[in-house]
């Protein structure tokens, strides 16, 4: 007899079970489908491994199954897929199913089986991926009687320590058996156990609907191990003994219980989600819900009709229970409007080699993400956040508990990636004062659910209206938010960052006020105008400013305000004004009246300890951004800030700067597809390049960072950084990774980074160039403009969907090829010469660095880069040829060539060696940079295409 197969390579594919449910009941009627779990075991497993006596699984593999039920489709456990190939339906567990024998065998494949579907790579589970599940009926033998201790096949633990995921099954789903199963929970609980193993819950997709919290508290806090039940009284008595000998009886059920809930708020939310119901969504958010397995809630993907006024009440939420994640996603989709898809019929597309589906649209009255980008009052809210204290701050207080007391968390928010709009003249004025009373939206408890009447929700065309204002006002001004405010104390807190007044010892934690000050009508039309609150500025009577405590707001402080702090005076070299098209609500030449606002936020930053510069009155932000950069930089947390498709003026650019100089504990700054303000084209594309170019030079001045990725949407051309702020990167010596792509560079840019980066003892990741770079770290899913056809051809015609994605690059092949041409220097870097040396050393280095950006950033055929991305071309807002346009002069060949050859002269000898045309013949691996100086400076001049 063969030798027995390992316990854990018996697994099965969902492909077989899928078909094994079909086959009818030996001797009776039905499909076995039909039949129990343990009825499959009595009526067919047994009986067909009777002969050998051994799993149904070597049975089938070693050709010992009983005559009457070999299984002709599957001989030696190989079956035909649907694409006609052979493949292998029997292999190493990947997954572990944890079921009740109780079960419709059924309904036990149909879980499994819709688990798969989702996997990726699977198409909806139509492909088959070696990926198999470990079923104990078919892994292990059905004859054994005796003590379970004596079982050959009793090791299931060891099985579950090789498995990716133990799969927790939920039949039926209000009233699942598998929770007072106690073999359920002691698998359960050695998955937990087991380092790298998850634990995923997997529900009857069928019956699964039910998104109420009050069904996942029941189901969870359900799990008392000592009243679960066994087919075998002998093994509940093992399994009881075992635990109590290990971590004990209540920690095992608080355990289950924990990890139970977690997982149960994994497998509703996506329901609450496909309904759109953000109430339900709110409600699970409660009780810790909509939140990834990493610790990241990336509320875009799960609040899809929220308005403006829901998200604002989700934030107090969030605040107010002390639910911070420890990833917050605000980015990625934009507000658009929903629409009903009705067929066009097909149109040929790359002339007749393509036809995809038309559709003809018509709005359904619906408003998608209408909280996207951030208004100011969002970012507001989440200023609000990052400054929160945790325990064992500081700033945590005493926190001697009573009426009113606050529990805080031991996290806070340490990765944040956030969209920004360009500020509206509405976010300037406060119509009505904020408490009055909204005629739409909905109270400050109950978002509104995609079944509201769209007359009585808040207004689509102003999301950052006094509507939401009101809203948000009224949200902090509760006795809860009271409470929160006088519990939280910032004792400690004060003590940071320099000595404190023993008044300014006894403040208490007031987060950030949301609604400001009106502005002057200076602020709206570019003209310069006083600091002061006072004058004539509206005609109507407006309500005194409020805390976040309901109470009257500080009166401004005799000390410099916020605008000290991130604003400094900025002219031009020349000195002139601002030209016109700098003026408006980013113009330079604005000024703001928010004192309430500057010395609610200043208090705060007295009390960080945050260095204080001269007041500038050139402020022309609305309340709420100014907010979320001294937030940034005074967070005790944060360590990642993701800028994603935030469109950023000068102030902005002020602001963060200023942030970065002060933050203490941020390690990575990412800009992602950032642009500059304005409704020309021309204009917009010359700013955004300027703008990321400074923003890139402002993150290498920043003495914290480890990690700085810039990459815009569109290819820029960057001619120069500015000198001022590339100038302070000499003072960061920390930098492990840094991308700057896609981005031309012209020869002043190319010298000038190569010397900024030189000096970085650390560096060991440096992409730089045209081609696009992958991303740094997991990023929130970017809206396209198809994405509705997509979503509606997913549901009627998978076919076309893949078609179009095809057609678009959107498949994952299509994006790695997208990613895959991004150059990193890493491996050239390691051979440099270490910047620890001396001067010379960091000078060869510069050469060498700048000699890869020559080639990386530096001369490219226009006509060929064009090609090489031409099918992602509908993606871009600025064409590359226009943004290029530099490589065509007659001269810019010869320049970037002196450039490469100047660059090699004064790099290392041993690095420059290894570009001596005479290598080109020798049989070597050669590098990328090789081969690319080779074929463009080296051959005759590249004639552009």
Not at 780 to 795: F, G, I, R
Not at 809 to 823: E, M, S, V
Not at 906 to 917: H, I, T
């Amino acid at each position: 007899m063969p030798q027995p197969i390992p316990l854990a390579q018996r697994a099965v594919h969902p492909i077989f079970l899928r078909k094994l449910v079909q086959e009818k009941v030996p001797g009776g009627t039905g499909c076995l489908g039909d039949l129990t779990t343990a009825q499959v075991v009595q009526a067919f497993i047994r009986p067909a491994t009777l002969q050998a006596k051994r799993s149904f699984t070597e049975c089938i593999l070693w050709g010992q199954l009983t005559p009457k039920y070999i299984q002709t489709w599957c001989a030696s456990g190989v079956m035909k897929t649907l694409d006609g190939d052979d493949q292998k339906m029997f292999g190493p567990a990947r997954f572990f199913a944890s079921h009740a024998w109780t079960y419709k065998f059924g309904a036990l494949v149909s879980m499994l089986d819709n688990h798969y579907a989702q996997l990726p790579g699977t198409k909806g589970g139509q492909k088959f991926i070696p990926w198999y599940y470990w079923v104990d009926i078919l892994a292990v033998t059905q004859h054994f009687t005796g003590d379970i201790k004596d079982h050959p096949d009793y090791d299931f633990a060891g099985v579950i320590k090789q498995c990716k995921a133990v799969l927790f099954t939920m039949h039926p789903w209000r009233s699942p058996i598998a929770p007072t199963r106690v073999w359920c929970l002691f698998e359960a609980l050695t998955a937990i156990q087991a380092p790298g193993v998850e634990f995923e819950v997997v529900v009857d997709v069928k019956d699964s609907k039910d998104t109420r919290v009050q069904t996942v508290q029941i189901i969870s806090n359900s799990i008392e191990v000592r009243t679960a039940q066994a087919t075998v009284s002998a093994d509940k008595a093992f399994i009881i003994e075992c635990i109590e000998q290990g971590i004990g009886i209540n920690a095992f059920n608080n355990t289950i219980r924990k990890r139970l809930k977690e997982a149960l708020l994994q497998a509703v939310t996506p329901n609450a989600v496909e309904m759109g119901d953000t109430p339900a969504l709110h409600e699970l958010l409660k009780i810790g819900g909509c939140v990834r397995p990493d610790g990241i809630s990336d509320l875009a993907s799960y609040f899809k009709f929220a308005s403006e006024t829901d998200m604002l009440n989700i934030m107090r939420t969030i605040h107010l229970r002390d639910l911070r994640p420890r990833g917050l996603a605000l980015s990625g989709r934009q507000r658009t409007k929903e629409v009903n898809l009705a067929d066009g019929g097909l149109r040929g597309w790359d002339g007749e080699s393509c036809s995809l589906r038309e559709y003809v649209e018509s709005e359904t009255g619906r408003t998608l993400w209408a909280y996207l980008p951030a208004s100011p009052a969002l970012c507001h809210a989440v200023a609000e956040l990052l400054v929160m204290p945790t325990v064992g701050s500081p700033s945590a207080g005493s926190g001697s508990g009573g009426a009113g007391s606050i529990t805080l968390s031991n996290r806070g928010i340490e990765e944040l990636w956030i969209s920004l709009r360009p500020p509206r003249g509405e976010d300037f004025t406060r119509q009505d004062g904020p408490n009055s009373d909204s005629p739409s939206g909905t109270g400050p408890g109950t978002p509104a659910s995609p079944a509201t009447p769209v007359s009585s929700r808040p207004s689509s065309a102003t999301p950052a209206s006094a509507t939401a204002a009101r809203a948000a006002a009224r949200a902090i001004a509760s006795p809860n938010r009271r409470r929160l405010a006088s519990a939280i104390n910032m004792n400690n807190i004060l003590a940071v960052g320099g000595g404190r007044s023993a008044s300014a010892s006894r403040l208490s934690f007031a987060p950030l006020s949301t609604i400001g000050a009106p502005a002057p009508a200076s602020a709206l039309s570019g003209s310069s105008g006083s600091n002061s609150t006072g004058g004539n500025v509206n005609s109507g009577p407006v309500a005194p400013a409020t805390s976040p405590t309901g109470v009257a707001a500080a009166p401004p402080s005799p000390r410099s305000g916020l605008g000290g702090m991130f604003f400094r005076t900025r002219r031009s070299s020349a000195g002139a004004p601002a030209s016109p098209s700098s003026a408006g609500l980013f113009g330079r030449t604005q000024a703001a009246s928010h004192s309430s606002d500057l010395a609610v936020d200043n208090s705060l930053l007295s009390g960080l300890g945050s260095p204080r510069l001269p007041e500038n009155k050139e402020v022309a932000l609305p309340p709420g951004r100014p907010a979320l950069w001294t937030a940034v930089g005074a967070s005790r947390t944060l360590k990642m800030l993701c800028l994603h498709q935030a469109v950023l003026g000068p102030q902005d650019m002020q602001m963060l700067n200023s942030a970065l100089q002060t933050t203490r504990t941020l390690e990575a700054l990412q800009i992602v597809k950032c642009t500059a303000p304005g409704t020309n084209e021309a204009s917009v594309a010359a700013a955004t390049a300027k703008l990321n170019a400074e923003l890139f030079a402002v993150g290498l001045g920043c003495g914290n960072l480890r990690h700085l990725h810039v990459r815009p949407g569109d290819l820029l051309y960057v001619d120069a950084f500015p000198a001022s702020a590339l100038g302070k990167a000499s003072s960061s010596f920390l930098l492990r990774r840094v991308t700057l792509a896609p981005v031309a560079l012209g020869p002043t840019a190319i010298r000038q980074l190569g010397k900024a980066l030189a000096p970085q003892p650390y560096l060991h990741s440096l992409i730089v160039g045209m081609d696009p770079a992958p991303p740094a770290t997991w990023m929130p899913k970017e809206q396209t403009e198809w994405d509705q056809w997509l979503a509606y051809e997913d549901k009627n015609e998978p076919d076309m969907a893949e078609k179009r994605r095809k057609h678009l690059g959107l498949l994952d092949d299509d994006q790695a090829a997208y990613l895959a041409n991004a150059w990193d220097f890493k491996d050239d870097l390691a051979s440099l010469p270490d910047p620890d040396r001396g001067y010379a050393a960091v000078q060869q280095r510069a050469a060498a660095i700048s000699f890869f950006f020559t080639l990386s950033a530096g001369w490219r055929d226009v006509g060929q880069y064009c090609r090489q991305y031409a099918k992602w071309a509908w993606t871009r807002r600025a064409q590359p040829d226009e943004q290029l346009a530099h490589l065509k002069s007659p001269n810019s060949f010869e320049t970037y060539r002196a450039l490469a050859f100047e660059m090699l002269r004064a790099a290392p000898e041993s690095y420059s060696s290894k570009f001596d045309p005479n290598e080109q013949r020798r049989r070597s691996t050669k590098s990328r940079l090789q081969k690319a100086f080779w074929e463009i400076f080296i051959c005759d001049r590249p004639v552009q295409g």
